[in-house]
C-alpha cells in the first residue's frame, strides 16, 4: 500500500498533466480556428475558379489539357497527408490504414505489378510508411514538404506532382488525407489529383450558368487551359488546410479525453488519499488512548 507521502506526490503529478492537457487543448482549439478562417479566405478564391469553369465548361467546344488525359496506369504518385508532432490520438493510423486500403485497391483494379511514388507528408507519417517494407512503395520526402508548410510551399510542391504527370513519369496521381468537419468529426478522403476527371469537374462547376451571356477571349479552350492549373492548386490548398484542422481537432480530443482521464485519476487517489489519512489519523488517537489506560 503507498504511504502518505507517495500519494501526495502522485497527486501532484496528476494535477500537473491536467494542467498540461487543459493548455494544450485551448493552444489546439485556437489552431483549429484559425484554419476555419484560413479555408473561410480562400472560398472567394475557389468560388471565382468554379464560377470560371462552370461557364466555360457550358459551352458546347470539346476540350483538350494534358492534365485531364487519361492513360495505362503503371506507376502510381500518393501523396498521403499526416502530422509532423504526435499527442493527436488515432489520427496517423487512421490516415495510415485508409493508404494501405487504397494501395491494394489499386493493385486489384490496375494489377499487382503497379509501382508507387510515396509522398508522406508529415514526419510521423513518414515513420509509419517506411516501417511497411513493401518493395513497391518508393518513398519519396521533397526538402520543405510537411503538414505545417505555407501556401508557397504548397504550390511549388503541386506543380511538381503536375509536371511528374504531364511528362509521364506517374500516370496517377491520389492524394489520401482527413477532411475536417467539425471538430469532434473528420473524414478520411481519397482524391485524384491527376487526370482531373469529368466528375470532379462536374461536381465542382455544377452552379456553372448561362455562358450565352459571355464572349471568351481568346477562345474558351485557351483559358480552360489557364483556368484549370489554378483549380488543381486552390484544391490542393483546400486539402492542406482541411488536413492541417483535422489534425488540431483530433488533438483537441485526444487532450479532452487525457484531461478527463486525469481528473478521474486524480479524484480517485485524493479519495485513496483521505482514507489512509483518516485511518493514520484513528491509529495515532486509539495510541493515545491506549498509553492513557495503561498509566
Given at each position: 500500500?503507498?504511504?502518505?507521502?507517495?500519494?501526495?506526490?502522485?497527486?501532484?503529478?496528476?494535477?500537473?498533466?491536467?494542467?498540461?492537457?487543459?493548455?494544450?487543448?485551448?493552444?489546439?482549439?485556437?489552431?483549429?480556428?484559425?484554419?476555419?478562417?484560413?479555408?473561410?479566405?480562400?472560398?472567394?478564391?475557389?468560388?471565382?475558379?468554379?464560377?470560371?469553369?462552370?461557364?466555360?465548361?457550358?459551352?458546347?467546344?470539346?476540350?483538350?489539357?494534358?492534365?485531364?488525359?487519361t492513360r495505362d496506369v503503371k506507376r502510381v504518385a500518393v501523396v498521403v497527408f499526416g502530422s509532423d508532432d504526435g499527442l493527436c490520438g488515432a489520427y496517423n493510423v487512421n490516415i495510415l490504414k485508409g493508404f494501405?486500403?487504397?494501395?491494394?485497391?489499386?493493385?486489384?483494379?490496375?494489377?499487382?505489378?503497379?509501382?508507387?511514388?510515396?509522398?508522406?507528408?508529415?514526419?510521423?507519417?513518414?515513420?509509419?510508411?517506411?516501417?511497411?517494407?513493401?518493395?513497391g512503395l518508393n518513398i519519396i520526402v521533397p526538402e520543405g514538404v510537411d503538414s505545417k508548410m505555407k501556401g508557397e510551399r504548397v504550390n511549388a510542391f503541386t506543380e511538381s506532382l503536375r509536371d511528374a504527370f504531364?511528362?509521364?513519369?506517374?500516370?496517377?496521381?491520389?492524394?489520401?488525407?482527413?477532411?475536417?468537419?467539425?471538430?469532434?468529426?473528420?473524414?478520411?478522403?481519397?482524391?485524384?489529383?491527376?487526370?482531373?476527371?469529368?466528375?470532379?469537374?462536374?461536381?465542382?462547376?455544377?452552379?456553372?450558368?448561362?455562358?450565352?451571356?459571355?464572349?471568351?477571349?481568346?477562345?474558351?479552350?485557351?483559358?480552360?487551359?489557364?483556368?484549370?492549373?489554378?483549380?488543381?492548386?486552390?484544391?490542393?490548398?483546400?486539402?492542406?488546410?482541411?488536413?492541417?484542422?483535422?489534425?488540431?481537432?483530433?488533438?483537441?480530443?485526444?487532450?479532452?479525453?487525457?484531461?478527463?482521464?486525469?481528473?478521474?485519476?486524480?479524484?480517485?487517489?485524493?479519495?485513496?488519499?483521505?482514507?489512509?489519512?483518516?485511518?493514520?489519523?484513528?491509529?495515532?488517537?486509539?495510541?493515545?488512548?491506549?498509553?492513557?489506560?495503561?498509566?
Amino acid at each position: 500500500m503507498a504511504t502518505l507521502r507517495e500519494l501526495k506526490t502522485r497527486i501532484g503529478s496528476v494535477a500537473s498533466t491536467e494542467k498540461i492537457t487543459g493548455a494544450m487543448k485551448m493552444i489546439s482549439s485556437a489552431k483549429v480556428h484559425q484554419n476555419e478562417q484560413a479555408l473561410r479566405q480562400l472560398k472567394p478564391f475557389k468560388d471565382k475558379i468554379k464560377s470560371i469553369m462552370g461557364h466555360i465548361l457550358a459551352t458546347d467546344i470539346t476540350f483538350d489539357s494534358p492534365l485531364i488525359q487519361t492513360r495505362d496506369v503503371k506507376r502510381v504518385a500518393v501523396v498521403v497527408f499526416g502530422s509532423d508532432d504526435g499527442l493527436c490520438g488515432a489520427y496517423n493510423v487512421n490516415i495510415l490504414k485508409g493508404f494501405l486500403a487504397r494501395i491494394d485497391q489499386i493493385r486489384n483494379t490496375y494489377g499487382e505489378n503497379i509501382e508507387f511514388d510515396v509522398y508522406p507528408v508529415g514526419k510521423k507519417m513518414e515513420k509509419g510508411v517506411r516501417r511497411l517494407h513493401d518493395s513497391g512503395l518508393n518513398i519519396i520526402v521533397p526538402e520543405g514538404v510537411d503538414s505545417k508548410m505555407k501556401g508557397e510551399r504548397v504550390n511549388a510542391f503541386t506543380e511538381s506532382l503536375r509536371d511528374a504527370f504531364i511528362r509521364g513519369e506517374v500516370d496517377m496521381v491520389e492524394v489520401i488525407y482527413m477532411k475536417y468537419l467539425s471538430m469532434s468529426r473528420q473524414r478520411l478522403t481519397e482524391e485524384t489529383l491527376f487526370p482531373v476527371s469529368e466528375e470532379t469537374l462536374a461536381v465542382e462547376t455544377e452552379t456553372g450558368n448561362e455562358n450565352q451571356l459571355y464572349i471568351f477571349e481568346p477562345d474558351p479552350n485557351s483559358i480552360f487551359n489557364q483556368v484549370l492549373p489554378m483549380f488543381v492548386l486552390s484544391s490542393m490548398q483546400e486539402i492542406t488546410i482541411q488536413n492541417r484542422s483535422s489534425e488540431q481537432a483530433a488533438r483537441v480530443m485526444a487532450m479532452q479525453s487525457a484531461n478527463d482521464n486525469a481528473k478521474k485519476l486524480n479524484e480517485e487517489l485524493q479519495l485513496e488519499y483521505n482514507k489512509l489519512r483518516q485511518q493514520s489519523i484513528t491509529t495515532e488517537l486509539l495510541d493515545i488512548l491506549g498509553g492513557q489506560v495503561e498509566r
